[in-house]
């Protein structure tokens, strides 16, 4: 059985087209993002996310945390493309939009 899936978006090639990726492990990661990002400034830098994060995704999707380097970008590069969360510059820092 093949595993469903989601297109998702790059900001950084917004000229791409949207790239099919895993829809579970995509929901996941996207859960637990929403739910550790704050929703103000100066929001988290990649390391406090990730830190975050790790404790709410699904040990059976991502055995001992592999791969969750790759899924937390890629989902924060689409909800950037979405305008869903806000990137702050000098230093790298994430929040939800408004």
Request: glycine share 6%; hydrophobic share 45%; net charge positive.
């Given at each position: 059985?093949?595993?469903?899936?989601?297109l998702?978006?790059?900001?950084?090639?917004?000229?791409?087209?949207?790239?099919?990726?895993?829809?579970?492990?995509?929901?996941?990661?996207?859960?637990?993002v929403?739910?550790?990002?704050p929703t103000?400034?100066?929001?988290?830098?990649y390391a406090?996310l990730?830190a975050?994060?790790?404790?709410?995704?699904?040990?059976?999707?991502?055995?001992?945390?592999?791969?969750?380097?790759?899924?937390?970008?890629?989902?924060?590069?689409?909800?950037?493309?979405?305008?869903?969360i806000?990137?702050?510059?000098?230093?790298?820092?994430?929040?939800?939009?408004a």
């Amino acid at each position: 059985m093949k595993a469903e899936t989601i297109l998702v978006e790059n900001v950084a090639s917004p000229d791409s087209p949207p790239r099919p990726v895993n829809r579970e492990k995509y929901e996941a990661t996207r859960e637990a993002v929403m739910a550790a990002l704050p929703t103000a400034e100066p929001g988290l830098s990649y390391a406090e996310l990730k830190a975050a994060a790790l404790p709410r995704l699904p040990e059976a999707l991502f055995p001992g945390g592999q791969t969750v380097g790759w899924w937390l970008k890629c989902v924060q590069l689409d909800l950037e493309a979405k305008g869903v969360i806000v990137r702050h510059s000098k230093p790298l820092r994430w929040y939800r939009a408004a």
